[in-house]
Nanobody, 120 residues
Framework: QVQLVESGGGLVQAGGSLRLSCAAS????????MGWYRQAPGKQRELVAT???????NYADSVKGRFTISSDNAKNTVYLQMNSLKPEDTAVYYC??????????????WGQGTQVTVSS
C-alpha cells in the first residue's frame, strides 16, 4: 500500500506564503501523478495542482501565478509553494497520488489533510 504524509500547513496573513510537503511511502512500484486538492467548509473538494511523471503540471485557474508545484522524484515527495495567499485559499489541503503498488493495481491515495488558514 501507499501512504501519504503531509506537512507545512498553518496560519498566515493575506499576502504571505506557505510551503506544503507530501511524502509518499510504502511498496510503490510507480507514481503516475501527485498533487494537491483542497476543501473549504461547505464546498466540494477541488483540484489545486498536480504533477505527473512526465513532468506535466496542471493548476486550478484560481492559483495560477501564485502557487508552484514541484517534486523530488528520488524522495517520492511533492511540494506546493503558495505565495500571495488570499483568505479564499483557506481550506484543508489534501495530498493526492495515483500510484501502482508492487502487489496491486493502480489506485488513488489521499493524505490526512493539512489546514491552511489565511487571515485578512
Amino acid at each position: 500500500q501507499v501512504q501519504l504524509v503531509e506537512s507545512g500547513g498553518g496560519l498566515v496573513q493575506a499576502g504571505g506564503s506557505l510551503r506544503l510537503s507530501c511524502a509518499a511511502s510504502g511498496s510503490i512500484l510507480h507514481i503516475h501523478t501527485m498533487g494537491w486538492y483542497r476543501q473549504a467548509p461547505g464546498k466540494q473538494r477541488e483540484l489545486v495542482a498536480t504533477f505527473t511523471s512526465g513532468s506535466s503540471t496542471n493548476y486550478a485557474d484560481s492559483v495560477k501565478g501564485r502557487f508552484t508545484i514541484s517534486s523530488d522524484n528520488a524522495k517520492n515527495t511533492v511540494y506546493l509553494q503558495m505565495n500571495s495567499l488570499k483568505p479564499e485559499d483557506t481550506a484543508v489541503y489534501y495530498c493526492y497520488a495515483r500510484a501502482i503498488p508492487f502487489l496491486g493495481a493502480v489506485n488513488d491515495y489521499w493524505g490526512q489533510g493539512t489546514q491552511v488558514t489565511v487571515s485578512s
